[in-house]
């Protein structure tokens, strides 16, 4: 079983930046895929980003040349920058992995808002 937790959330103005940390530990070495996903007050929650255990990335078209994911590193923490963040931008970011065999884990998720 793999444990996360997510930080780096805030408050941050509409055009700014911020880096969201996921702290990864337990079964490390069973993940295959690594990624963000987040939920707007009022809206389902939706995939950002994925990354492979071969590097291969994955985004949504909206967050698409602003965000950039990262794997695992060795102090087994996996990041996203996110760039240019926009009021549509604001949400509570989780991560969430998911092993060879399937079983998924999640964080307990971030805060983010944008707004000035």
């Known amino acids: 079983q793999v444990q996360l937790v997510e930080s780096g959330g805030g408050l941050v103005q509409p055009g700014g930046s911020l880096r969201l940390s996921c702290a990864a530990s337990?079964?490390?070495?069973?993940?295959?895929?690594m990624g963000w996903y987040r939920q707007a007050p009022g809206k389902e929650r939706e995939l950002v980003a994925t990354i492979t255990s071969g590097y291969f990335t994955n985004y949504a078209n909206s967050v698409k040349g602003r965000f950039t994911i990262s794997g695992l590193n060795a102090k087994n923490t996996m990041y996203l920058q996110m760039n240019n963040l926009q009021p549509e931008d604001t949400a509570i970011y989780y991560c969430k992995t998911t092993t060879h065999n399937g079983m998924d884990s999640w964080g307990k998720g971030t805060l983010v808002t944008v707004s000035s």
């Open positions: 337990g079964s490390i070495f069973s993940i295959n895929v």
